[in-house]
Nanobody, 120 residues
Framework: QVQLVESGGGLVQAGGSLRLSCATSGRTFYALGWFRQAPGKEREFVAGSKLTFETDYADSVKGRFTISRDNAKNTVDLQMNSLKPEDTAVYYC????????????????WGQGTQVTVSS
């Protein structure tokens, strides 16, 4: 059974940093991604990474967030710097065969989510 387990969320002041991590149940996936959902809003793409080393980022996080994966450990991290109040959301790790990293419907597996709250 595939399980994705996120960790690293929390409360941080604006301008601060957090690092999220996701363990992928011992399996290596072609595509790994991070999505987020703020209250009252739809889930949106944040960042994604393929085994081919291709990465993609939402425009709103480019230059501030970095996705990295460790295929030996089967983990994917999201380093978030210069956090803003608008980054507040539940962050979800996703895994699958996505060719279009930003398309959530191409991911088969999802974590439970971890809360990130950025105070102003």
């Amino acid at each position: 059974q595939v399980q994705l387990v996120e960790s690293g969320g929390g409360l941080v002041q604006a301008g601060g940093s957090l690092r999220l991590s996701c363990a992928t149940s011992g399996r290596t996936f072609y595509a790994l991604g991070w999505f987020r959902q703020a209250p009252g809003k739809e889930r949106e793409f944040v960042a994604g990474s393929k085994l081919t080393f291709e990465t993609d980022y939402a425009d709103s996080v480019k230059g501030r967030f970095t996705i990295s994966r460790d295929n030996a450990k089967n983990t994917v991290d999201l380093q978030m710097n210069s956090l803003k109040p608008e980054d507040t959301a539940v962050y979800y790790c996703a895994a699958g065969l996505a060719e279009r990293l930003m398309n959530q419907y191409e991911y088969a597996y999802w974590g439970q989510g971890t809360q990130v709250t950025v105070s102003s």
